[in-house]
């Protein structure tokens, strides 16, 4: 669900602190605005099940479909990302996550999802993440842009590069249900995409405006706060 520009503004201000000097770079004011929700993903039942592979089939099987239907749609936005960068070089990387998107759902087809509903509607929280990210990205702001989709980098490395330190810690036991999900989760290749999408986020905030700016932030705590939601969503609308 997007926030609307003027509700962004009213948003970006009342609870968060005032932004530093900008030789400071802004992704640490992005990171710092979002403890609160880094915490609650933290404290999942979602993420605490999967990483002990208790999580149930269902729940998880519900969890890559809502993904591969958000990955079709977050391919497109991150396309106009491409449209709007500035530089050959900024265009080409999401150009390349765009076509990634595409490269990961069409696999989730067809590993994990084999036997599951091909077909399955978007659940609330999908459309509304979706709606969100839509909405940014048609206000054609490359810097807003950027803010919107970098948590989905973000939160998405972050969580991993713990669930795999748990299960790397645990010998990596080969009957645990999701080691093979889990194991993905060392991918360095996202680790470095992800570093730089915050990189260029930077990038494009050391430019502009200060209205940009808390916009930035607030589109940023909305996409934070919808990965939350997404995590959980499972428990609230998995069937059965």
Known sequence: MYVHAAESRRDADPDRQPEPDRTEPFS???WADIAETRTAIDALPFISELGDGSLSAGHFAYYLAQDALYLAAYSRVLAQAS???PTPAEREFWAT??????EVELELHRTWLTGHDTRPAPGPVTRSYVDHLVAV???GNYAVLLAAVLPCYWLYSDVGERLHAGFTASRRDAAHPYADWLETYADEGFAAATRQAILLTDTAAATATAVDRALM???FARSAALELLFFDAPRLHAPG
């Open 28 to 30: 640490r004011l992005l």
């Open 83 to 85: 449209v709007l960068a």
């Open 97 to 102: 996550g765009a076509a990634n998107c595409i």
């Open 137 to 139: 990205s048609a206000a």
């Open 217 to 219: 932030r607030a589109v």
